[in-house]
T-cell receptor
Framework: EAGVTQFPSHSVIEKGQTVTLRCDPI?????LYWYRRVMGKEIKFLLH????????ESGMPNNRFLAERTGGTYSTLKVQPAELEDSGVYFC???????????????FGPGTRLLVL | AQTVTQSQPEMSVQEAETVTLSCTYD???????LFWYKQPPSRQMILVIR??????QNATENRFSVNFQKAAKSFSLKISDSQLGDAAMYFC??????????FGGGTRVLVKP
């Protein structure tokens, strides 16, 4: 079974530019999550999709961030315009069902390392 | 709001020895889940071990075991017989509801041959 994949693995952009990150979850996983780790700090939740619907986007920092999951398959996270504080590692995770009540877990991708100069 | 604290930014262990990583958390909930994730350098994060709060028995997965102290809100990870492949960042995480994990800041484990 292929794992969660993310593209690109690294991205270096200048302040004010736009960057789009992509996540392909494990096939059959309805739940898709985005997290972010800013340098030296905790991994923070950004948002959660169930299929194509946003279930929880309480962690999105501001309206410069836009996440989509067209057709309930892969997801994209666009940052426009990027700011210096957006630098960090962006993780995507997926799960088949909800964590609670079952032996379910979130499977993580390798992350995209974003550097905004 | 729930918080997770890992007080050790880095731990070093000799190969074949044992190392214990600390994790404390703050919650008012009684039913929740705790996890330890491992992220090797430049690789994806993988689940090491999982503990349901309603279970008194500490979870164990091969050389990895936890010491879950619910009253103290402590969830430490013990790595026994450390191997070079154990070198990684280790993240403690909490889950209650809503499908989002709350993570600690991570502990880097270095294994010396």
């Amino acid at each position: 079974e292929a794992g969660v994949t993310q593209f690109p693995s690294h991205s270096v952009i200048e302040k004010g530019q736009t960057v789009t990150l992509r996540c392909d979850p494990i096939s059959g996983h309805d739940n898709l999550y985005w997290y972010r780790r800013v340098m030296g700090k905790e991994i923070k939740f950004l948002l959660h999709f169930v299929k194509e619907s946003k279930q929880d986007e309480s962690g999105m920092p501001n309206n410069r961030f836009l996440a989509e999951r067209t057709g309930g398959t892969y997801s994209t996270l666009k940052v426009q315009p990027a700011e210096l504080e957006d630098s960090g590692v962006y993780f995507c995770a997926s799960s088949r069902g909800p964590i609670a009540g079952a032996q379910e877990t979130q499977y993580f991708g390798p992350g995209t390392r974003l550097l905004v100069l | 709001a729930q918080t997770v604290t890992q007080s050790q930014p880095e731990m070093s262990v000799q190969e074949a020895e044992t190392v214990t990583l600390s994790c404390t958390y703050d919650t008012s909930e009684s039913d929740y889940y705790l996890f330890w994730y491992k992220q090797p350098p430049s690789r994806q994060m993988i689940l090491v071990i999982r503990q349901e709060a309603y279970k008194q028995q500490n979870a164990t997965e091969n050389r990895f075991s936890v010491n879950f102290q619910k009253a103290a809100k402590s969830f430490s990870l013990k790595i026994s017989d450390s191997q070079l492949g154990d070198a990684a960042m280790y993240f403690c995480a909490y889950f209650h509801a809503g499908n989002k994990l709350t993570f600690g800041g991570g502990t880097r484990v270095l294994v010396k041959p």
